[in-house]
C-alpha cells in the first residue's frame, strides 16, 4: 500500500499525550520516501460555503491555463474567467486555503516550518476524464512534477491536495517510486548527456548573474523537466503494470512530493492544490530526494 491514512491527528495539533515531535519526523519520513498521507476530512479550517461558491462558478476551458492559480507572495489570481465581484471572493478563498493549509504543514510537518518556500495554490474545477490537452500538459498521464519557471536545485516539491467534490472521489494512478523509476529510466532517458553538457547552463548562470531574468536552472532541473515530457511521451513507461490505483474520496486531503511519486489524475473535477518547495537542507532524509538517487547513478554532482 503506498498510501497511510492518519486518523489521529485534529485541526491544530495531535490528540493528547502524543510525541509529537516524534510523529512529525516520521511522516516527514514516510513523505521523503514515497508515500502518500491521506486525511479522510480536511485537517485544517475550510468552510463550506468557501468551497460551495467555488464550485457554482462557471467553468470556462482554457488551453492557456490548466487551472486558476493563485501567488500567494503578490496575491495574483490566474486563469479566472468571471467578474470581478467573483474574482476578489475567489482570491479571498484562495488566500485563505493557502495560509491555512501553510500553517497545516508547517504544524503537521515541524521539521519542514520556517524552511518551506511556499509556491502556488491551484483550483482545479474540470473534469479530469477526458480533457482536451497537449500531451505534455496531459494530467492522465504517468510523470514526476518539474516547474520550468521555478527551478528548485535540489529542493523538493511538496503537494496539498483537497478533494472539494462533495459527491465524487479523485481518482489518481501512482507508477514505482523514484529510486526504481530512475533506476529504469534515468539513463535511456539521457542523464549523462544533461549532466555533461555543462555550456548552456553556464550562459545561463552569467546571464542571471547580470540581472536578467533567465530561471537559473541546475542540471537537476534541466534533467527534472526533460524527464516529466520523456514520461509522458514512453508507451512503454505508460503501459507498464507497476501500478496502484487510489480514489480519493470526496473532502479528502492528501500530501505527497509529486517530484518522487510517478502520479496522474483519472477522473475527479473540483480540487485544491498547495505547493511548497521544501529546500534540501529542511530534508529529514536528504539521501532519498531524487536529486541524490540522481547523482547516485552519473555519478557526478547535479546542482
Ligand atoms: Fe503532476
Known sequence: MSWIEIKDYRAGGWEPNTNADARSFHYCRQLEQGQILFFPQPPFQLPLEDSSYLISQPQTD?????????????????????????????????????SQVTEFVSTFLA???????????????LEEEGRDLPLHKRNDLLHVDAFPSR?????????????????????????????????????????????????????????????????????????????????????????????????????????????????????????????FIVPAGALVSREDAPIAVLERICGRKMA
Open 62 to 98: 482554457s488551453r492557456l491555463h490548466k487551472n486558476i492559480s493563485y501567488r500567494p507572495e503578490t496575491d495574483l489570481l490566474r486563469g479566472f474567467g468571471g467578474g470581478r465581484e467573483d474574482e476578489k471572493r475567489v482570491r479571498g478563498i484562495m488566500r485563505s486555503y493557502s
Open 111 to 125: 521539521p519542514y516550518a520556517n524552511k518551506l518556500q511556499r509556491d502556488y495554490a491551484s483550483f482545479r474545477p
Open 151 to 275: 527551478p528548485t536545485c535540489g529542493g523538493r516539491i511538496l503537494r496539498v491536495f483537497t478533494n472539494l467534490n462533495p459527491s465524487k472521489g479523485r481518482l489518481w494512478l501512482t507508477g514505482q517510486r523514484f529510486p526504481a523509476l530512475a533506476e529504469r529510466y534515468a539513463k535511456p532517458a539521457g542523464l549523462e548527456t544533461i549532466v555533461a553538457s555543462g555550456t548552456r547552463r553556464g550562459v545561463m548562470h552569467a546571464l542571471h548573474a547580470v540581472g536578467l531574468p533567465v530561471a537559473d536552472r541546475s542540471a537537476y532541473d534541466e534533467f527534472m523537466l526533460h524527464f516529466h515530457d520523456y514520461l509522458k511521451e514512453n508507451t512503454e513507461f505508460q503501459q507498464s503494470r507497476d501500478k496502484e490505483r487510489i480514489e480519493f474520496p470526496p473532502l479528502a486531503t492528501w500530501l505527497v512530493f509529486t517530484d518522487g511519486v510517478p502520479h496522474a489524475a483519472l477522473s475527479g473535477q473540483y480540487a485544491m492544490e498547495q505547493t
